[in-house]
Antibody, heavy 127, light 108 residues
């Protein structure tokens, strides 16, 4: 069974930094692209960032571009989200979610929808 | 960027009734790139449908998806008590992989 466990959330002041981690188990981690998705209190889902299995390709929502960095350590089966210059509007539950892999013949294709989700870690940006 | 709009915002129905949820996109895209999720209060989302109409593993066949171009639909044929939740559509063809604002299905 694939499991994802986020950690690293907490209370941080505006302008501060935080690094989230997501430990994965039950899968060959390096095979799969991964995502971060967040949900502000009482609001809907917002896709934040995605990264390919190798880590070579990354994607960001405009709302976090230039402030957040996504990375992964495949030897540790761990995904990271480095969040800098945090704002009040970054307050949310942050979910780690696995993307889907498929093949077109021998060509590997990553589809950035999410078939496995973690339970989330809460980030609060407040003074 | 593709913007997704979901309607209605809230759908009030009784168990056993049929639910029809709409997801409309700001521009046309392949039906291969539309997913639906269910989220219950206090829980992480769960994948229901991908590729507009393919059910994810373990999803009951009362859930079905359809659509093309800019208009997509999630149908729950007969609502069970556990189906009352919030439902989101998501586009995943090209970054940014946006979500719609959600439709809440609550008990009438």
């Amino acid at each position: 069974e694939v499991q994802l466990l986020e950690s690293g959330g907490g209370l941080v002041q505006p302008g501060g930094s935080l690094r989230l981690s997501c430990a994965a188990s039950g899968l060959t981690f390096s095979t799969y692209a991964m995502n971060w998705v967040r949900q502000a209190p009482g609001k809907g889902l917002e896709w934040v960032s995605g990264i390919s299995g190798s880590g070579a390709i990354t994607f960001f929502a405009d709302s976090v571009k230039g402030r957040f960095t996504i990375s992964r350590d495949n030897s540790k089966s761990t995904l990271y989200l480095q969040m800098n210059s945090l704002r009040a509007e970054d307050t949310a539950v942050y979910y780690c979610a696995k993307a889907v892999l498929d093949f077109f013949g021998v060509v590997k294709i990553d589809y950035y929808y999410m078939d496995v989700w973690g339970t989330g870690t809460t980030v609060t940006v407040s003074s | 960027e593709i913007v997704l709009t979901q309607s209605p915002g809230t759908l009030s129905l009784s168990p056993g009734e049929r639910a029809t949820l709409s997801c409309r996109a700001s521009q046309s895209f392949s039906s291969s790139y539309l997913a639906w999720y269910q989220q219950k209060r206090g829980q992480a989302p769960r994948l229901l449908i991908y590729g507009s109409s393919s059910r994810a593993t373990g999803i009951p066949d009362r859930f079905s998806g359809s659509g093309s171009g800019t208009d997509f639909t999630l149908t729950i044929s007969r609502l069970e008590p556990e189906d009352f939740a919030v439902y989101y559509c998501q586009y995943y063809g090209r970054s940014p992989f946006t979500f719609g604002p959600g439709t809440k299905v609550d008990i009438k």
